[in-house]
């Protein structure tokens, strides 16, 4: 039976989906299980006559319903930190108990109504043309109050995002004395440097934003990361391997590149190397590969990583 | 496929929906749960059509699509607003409403 097998591989979806929805530690991945819940329960609906709401499932549901949960993180910043302690005292047992309690007493419910005949609801959509067409016909005259009711909230609801969502201004527009006199009460009051926020490092690697700038002594600057990143925990923080990084990196470029005909090769040392300073290693000595010759066809794939020009990173 | 195989279906997402708003914190996840328990319910309608053998619960289970995504809006501004004035997602630290 065929419908038989879509109800299985679609009950099963949707179950593991809504487990996966509730457990994820991500706010992401309890999206895209609520978005795989949405097509197990289209599912369903096609395999129970309803062709109309399976397309509509998928449509509001994953099209829109879930698009808007990604765009409110996206927003908001995906802030994975929950607090794991209780506010009330026995609350996650009392709710434990309660929902297998819930869980019990619906399905004793089910059992003890065991439906014999699965329905037929062939008559009902051949009756006006199709599925949609019964289902239009039911809401355009027996339900049309509850219709037009559902079009009032739809468009309250639309209002009142907008009015909730608009960033309010309270007071007068703060100009640039009032900013400056706060960085400098800031900095007076807590220590926050009034100076601009350091970007991102640069190393041979990757200019990627998630790798941090780094002070004077070597240290990594964690005000050059942004927050987000560092939740996430894709920032490279380890500040003493990233000259094993860079070494790594100028030999990867020096076995890729072609062997050099006689030139010498410039041995290099990076100049934090020179700096004694506990937390920074010296690094071991970087072979760099030659700077390429104008009549050289292959060109240098990464020409940041000469830092003898310190202003060629930017 | 029997019916009742749906129902249980049903029931157990609804189950698994209540756990999330009973046991989360993170207010988008209690709001995703909420919309896996109503989806419980619209399953047990669209059951309850083909058993009953009309289209009158398929009506219903529309109208509760169109009342959760007008939800949906509301419930994600409310959220917007709240992390604007606390930089928080947590439910536990929106339980003063007075400020």
């Given amino acids: 039976m065929f419908s038989t097998i879509i109800f299985w591989v679609a009950a099963v979806l949707a179950v593991t989906a809504a487990l996966g929805t509730v457990v994820a530690r991500k706010v992401v991945h309890s999206a895209i299980c609520l978005c795989a ?8 609906y096609a395999t129970l006559d309803a062709p109309f709401l399976f397309v509509a499932q998928i449509l509001v549901y994953t099209g829109s319903i ?6 409110t993180m996206m927003l908001i910043g995906i802030d994975t930190s929950e607090s794991l302690g209780e506010t009330i005292r026995g609350q996650r047992v009392a709710s434990g108990i309660a929902i297998g309690a819930l869980l019990v007493l619906l399905l004793t419910a089910i059992a003890g109504a065991l439906i014999e005949s699965p329905g037929d609801l062939t008559a009902s959509n051949e009756h006006y043309g199709g599925n949609a067409q019964g289902l239009a016909m039911l809401i355009f005259t027996k339900y049309v109050f509850a219709f037009e009711a559902a079009s009032a909230l739809v468009l309250t609801a639309a209002l009142a995002a907008m009015v909730l969502a608009h960033p309010e201004k309270h007071g007068a527009k703060t100009g640039q004395r009032e900013l400056a006199a706060e960085r400098m009460k800031l900095y007076a009051d807590l220590g926050i440097s009034p100076a601009p926020i350091a970007g991102p490092g640069v190393y041979a690697r990757g200019n990627a934003i998630a790798y941090p700038a780094l002070l004077p002594d070597g240290d990594v600057a964690p005000d050059s990361i942004s927050p987000t990143l560092l939740q996430r925990g894709v920032v490279v923080t380890d500040a003493p391997a990233l000259p094993d990084l860079v070494a790594e990196a100028a030999a990867e470029i020096a076995g890729k590149l072609p062997t050099p005909n006689s030139t010498p090769t410039p041995t290099y040392t990076p100049p934090f190397s020179s700096t004694s300073t506990p937390t920074f290693p010296p690094p071991p000595p970087l072979t760099l590969p030659p700077t390429p010759t104008p009549t050289q066809t292959t060109p240098n794939p990464n020409p940041n990583l000469n830092p003898d020009s310190p202003g060629g990173t930017r | 496929m029997s019916p009742n195989a749906y129902l249980i279906v049903s029931a157990v997402l609804f189950c698994v929906g209540l756990s999330g708003v009973l046991l989360r914190r993170n207010a988008l996840v209690v ?25 009158d619960g398929q009506v219903a289970a529309f109208f509760t699509m169109v009342v959760a995504a007008a939800e949906v809006v509301v419930g994600l501004a409310i959220i917007i607003t709240i992390f604007r004035s606390k930089a928080s997602l947590s439910l536990d630290d929106a339980r003063r409403l007075r400020h």
């Fill in chain 2, 31 to 55: 709001f995703m749960s909420v919309e896996v328990m109503l989806n419980a319910a619209n399953l047990a309608l669209v059951t309850f059509s083909k058993v009953h053998s009309v289209l």
């Fill in chain 1, 66 to 71: 879930v698009m808007l949960f990604l765009f």
């Fill in chain 1, 37 to 44: 819940l949405m097509v197990g329960l289209g599912l369903l």
